[in-house]
Every structure is written in structure tokens, then in C-alpha cells.
């Protein structure tokens, strides 16, 4: 079974550039997150999918972040216009449908790291 | 917000030596998960506690989830290279929920 992917793994772009992040959960999960990294802080959450839908939205730091998740699959994350604060590795997680599957952890990609200059 | 510390920040061992690390909250968690990142991964599931005072091996890992649901520590017997990332402490209020993570503890394991 593969695990969640992203793309790109890297991505460096300059200050007031676009950028869009993909992640691909596990197939079969309903459950899709987007969490963010920033240098030396700790993993924070920006939000969740179930399915097609926004579930908890809380952690988007500003509407400069907008994330889409059509047809319940594959998510994206786009960033525009980007800024300085907003380097850091985004990481996307999924977990299956059920409450008791989801307890047992999240299931976490690789990661994108993005550096805006 | 809730908010997860861990200790400590970094650690420097030798192989083959034990290892303990903690974690402790200000509010209360359902689940107590802990994750290893290593360097281009992202985090990996290694143990998930559920139930306050409960202690769970796997491997060479043991974690505890404290009594109060405030706190959990992670030890590691004798260590190896390939232990060598940065372990988070993460909770988990109820299923579906957001996962709060700690800010990591890193670990180098001198061979």
C-alpha cells in the first residue's frame, strides 16, 4: 500500500510568488490534514478534510492560504501572495474513515519544504 | 491554546546507552501518541497510549501515559545509530481531531 505523497518536495520561491502544494493520502482515507513546520518550532496543525470537506479550518494562519480537496482525493494547498513567514515544511497526514482507526495515529508524508526569499 | 513541552530539547548519547525523554501538558489528552521524524520523512507513528496510566512497549521503545493525562515519557533501551531523529510527543483530545504536537526532542547517538 503507498503511503501519502507530496509534491514538490522542495520548493523555493521568491516573496510575493505563488505556490500550490499537493498531497496524495492514502487511498481510502476520508480523513486528509495539512500541518506546518516552522524552523526549530513545533508541528502545527492548519487543517482538515473529511472527504471533500472542510472540517476544521482554525489552524490557516491568514486567507492568503487557500486549500482544496475536489472529489474527496487529492488536496492542495496553495500559498499566494507568499511571504518570509511562510517558509517551513508543510506535511499532509491522513487517516482512515472509522473514529477507532483514526485514535491509532495519523499517517504522515514526507513533507514539502518551502523557502521564500 | 493547548500547548505541549518536551525535555529535553536535545540529547547526545552513546550507543548502547538507555534513553528518556518527557512530555507534559497543560490540558488533558485522550491519546497520547509518540512520533520519530528522520531527515526528508516525515513523522512516523511509534507508539500510541490510550488509557491514563497505561504502558506500551514496542521494541526497544516503552512510553507511559501518565496518570493525570497531562504527561507521557518515552524511553528507548540501548541505543543504536539508526535511532538517531527527532522524537514528538503528540495528543489527541478525541478521534478525528487535530493532533497537537510537541516541539521535539532531537537525538544523536555516538557510535
Known amino acids: 500500500e503507498a503511503g501519502v505523497t507530496q509534491f514538490p518536495s522542495h520548493s523555493v520561491i521568491e516573496k510575493g510568488q505563488t505556490v500550490t502544494l499537493r498531497c496524495d493520502p492514502i487511498s481510502g482515507h476520508d480523513n486528509l490534514y495539512w500541518y506546518r513546520r516552522v524552523m526549530g518550532k513545533e508541528i502545527k496543525f492548519l487543517l482538515h478534510f473529511v472527504k471533500e470537506s472542510k472540517q476544521d479550518e482554525s489552524g490557516m494562519p491568514n486567507n492568503r492560504f487557500l486549500a482544496e480537496r475536489t472529489g474527496g482525493t487529492y488536496s492542495t494547498l496553495k500559498v499566494q501572495p507568499a511571504e518570509l513567514e511562510d517558509s517551513g515544511v508543510y506535511f499532509c497526514?491522513?487517516?482512515?474513515?472509522?473514529?477507532?482507526?483514526?485514535?491509532?495515529?495519523?499517517?504522515f508524508g514526507p513533507g514539502t519544504r518551502l523557502t521564500v526569499t | 491554546g493547548q500547548q505541549l513541552n518536551q525535555s529535553p530539547q536535545s540529547m547526545f548519547i552513546q550507543e548502547g546507552e538507555d534513553v528518556s525523554m518527557n512530555c507534559t501538558s497543560s490540558s488533558i489528552f485522550n491519546t497520547w501518541l509518540w512520533y520519530k521524524q528522520e531527515p526528508g520523512e516525515g513523522p512516523v507513528l511509534l507508539i500510541a497510549l490510550y488509557k491514563a496510566g497505561e504502558l506500551t512497549s514496542n521494541g526497544r521503545l516503552t512510553a507511559q501515559f501518565g496518570i493525570t493525562r497531562k504527561d507521557s515519557f518515552l524511553n528507548i533501551s540501548a541505543s543504536i545509530p539508526s535511532d538517531v531523529g527527532i522524537y514528538f510527543c503528540?495528543?489527541?483530545?478525541?478521534?478525528?481531531?487535530?493532533?497537537?504536537f510537541g516541539p521535539g526532542t532531537s537525538l544523536s547517538v555516538i557510535p
Open positions: 497526514a491522513s487517516s482512515p474513515g472509522s473514529a477507532a482507526a483514526t485514535l491509532r495515529g495519523q499517517y
Open positions: 503528540a495528543g489527541l483530545r478525541a478521534s478525528y481531531d487535530k493532533v497537537i
